[in-house]
């Protein structure tokens, strides 16, 4: 899909952090882009570049009832829009479900109606709950759901794989890691920093400090899915998302504190899990991705170091989100 050969995208949640710099991706590329955000977490400033360009369009709206006229002229869509809060999913149980898995639904049945097929989903590697698998490929057995948000994410993946089946549709599901970059607002590095801006000397950690994590800059992760749109022709593609790596989230809070210049009393919660459906262990298997000629140009180092230095020269994200 090259500026030789436009297309015409629909966006859910493009003032989001990956939506957005998807936006961008697409619009760079020449396609004609139709964004959907109903701002509960997006922020405008995010698509300040995108509003100046007459390739975009933006419906705001909510995808709990959106109009599947909204759709209407839309070639391919990209659904990353979602409730990614996995922390607090227990005590809003409902959200998930009505975010991540109704409103995938609501999407889909918006593409049937307007004759549309080809659909992106941004998924999770939550799906794999606490696999024995690791690194986890594709086609690991599933364990047992670990949290609301994998579940729901994964209800998610049944249904668009029901409506290839069923309606002809293709889709590519993408199973990411946690992402970092700039438009970063939500995770444990801006936590982290928010923390240590607030208060320099002290650094509550949930956890332990040994989980092992794996992390992806967002301009890598929307290479990766434009290179598998280009390139994976199957009814339904999945794909691993993330670095050949992984850090312990003690490595992360030093690589914050270097560049924050602070040397904070660390003060553990305990137990090798931060929360409820807190994998002490991701790391995915992206051969798949890589074998398409993918390969991510940010290591973990770099791009944690990258985002807390976006949050630091933009100190608004910490003010809208509280």
């Given at each position: 899909?090259?500026?030789?050969?436009?297309?015409?995208?629909?966006?859910?949640?493009?003032?989001?952090?990956?939506?957005?710099?998807?936006v961008d991706r697409l619009l760079l590329d020449g396609h004609e882009?139709?964004?959907?955000?109903?701002?509960?977490?997006?922020?405008?400033?995010?698509?300040?570049?995108?509003?100046?360009n007459p390739a975009f369009s933006l419906v705001e709206a909510d995808?709990?009832?959106?109009?599947?006229?909204?759709?209407?002229?839309?070639?391919?869509?990209?659904?990353?829009?979602?409730?990614?809060?996995?922390?607090?999913?227990?005590?809003?149980?409902?959200?998930?479900?009505?975010?991540?898995?109704?409103?995938?639904?609501?999407?889909?049945?918006?593409?049937?109606?307007?004759?549309?097929?080809?659909?992106?989903?941004?998924?999770?590697?939550?799906?794999?709950?606490?696999?024995?698998?690791?690194?986890?490929?594709?086609?690991?057995?599933?364990?047992?759901?670990?949290?609301?948000?994998?579940?729901?994410?994964?209800?998610?993946?049944?249904?668009?794989?029901?409506?290839?089946?069923?309606?002809?549709?293709?889709?590519?599901?993408?199973?990411?890691?946690?992402?970092?970059?700039?438009?970063?607002?939500?995770?444990?590095?801006?936590?982290?920093?928010?923390?240590?801006?607030?208060?320099?000397?002290?650094?509550?950690?949930?956890?332990?400090?040994?989980?092992?994590?794996?992390?992806?800059?967002?301009?890598?992760?929307?290479?990766?899915?434009?290179?598998?749109?280009?390139?994976?022709?199957?009814?339904?593609?999945?794909?691993?998302?993330?670095?050949?790596?992984?850090?312990?989230?003690?490595?992360?809070?030093?690589?914050?504190?270097?560049?924050?210049?602070?040397?904070?009393?660390?003060?553990?919660?305990?137990?090798?899990?931060?929360?409820?459906?807190?994998?002490?262990?991701?790391?995915?298997?992206?051969?798949?991705?890589?074998?398409?000629?993918?390969?991510?140009?940010?290591?973990?180092?770099?791009?944690?170091?990258?985002?807390?230095?976006?949050?630091?020269?933009?100190?608004?994200?910490?003010?809208?989100?509280?």
């Open positions: 899909m090259t500026k030789t050969n436009s297309v015409r995208f629909l966006v859910t949640g493009c003032a989001g952090f990956i939506g957005s710099t998807l882009v139709v964004g959907i955000d109903n701002f509960s977490t997006g922020q405008w400033r995010f698509l300040e570049g995108a509003m100046k995808l709990t009832n959106v109009k599947a006229d909204v759709f209407k002229g839309v070639e391919y869509v990209f659904h990353p829009a979602a409730n990614a809060d996995v922390r607090f999913g227990t005590q809003h149980p409902r959200r998930d479900l009505e975010q991540n898995t109704i409103v995938t639904f609501n999407v889909l049945e918006a593409m049937r109606s307007n004759h549309i097929s080809r659909i992106a989903f941004s998924s999770t590697g939550s799906v794999y709950g606490e696999s024995t698998l690791v690194p986890t490929p594709e086609d690991a057995p599933f364990p047992i759901q670990t949290s609301l948000y994998g579940a729901s994410k994964l209800a998610g993946e049944g249904l668009i794989a029901a409506y290839c089946e069923g309606f002809g549709f293709q889709a590519h599901i993408f199973r990411f890691v946690s992402i970092l970059g700039d438009r970063y607002t939500h995770g444990h590095v801006f936590d982290f920093v928010g923390q240590l801006k607030r208060s320099p000397n002290r650094l509550v950690v949930l956890g332990d400090g040994s989980q092992r994590k794996s992390y992806l800059d967002v301009e890598d992760c929307v290479s990766a899915m434009l290179t598998a749109i280009e390139q994976a022709d199957c009814k339904v593609n999945i794909f691993n998302l993330g670095t050949n790596e992984y850090c312990a989230v003690n490595d992360s809070i030093r690589w914050i504190c270097e560049i924050l210049g602070v040397s904070p009393d660390l003060d553990y919660t305990g137990g090798d899990r931060g929360w409820i459906g807190d994998n002490p262990f991701i790391y995915l298997d992206t051969s798949r991705i890589r074998s398409l000629g993918w390969k991510p140009k940010v290591s973990i180092e770099d791009g944690i170091k990258r985002t807390v230095q976006y949050l630091l020269k933009n100190p608004w994200v910490f003010e809208v989100r509280s």
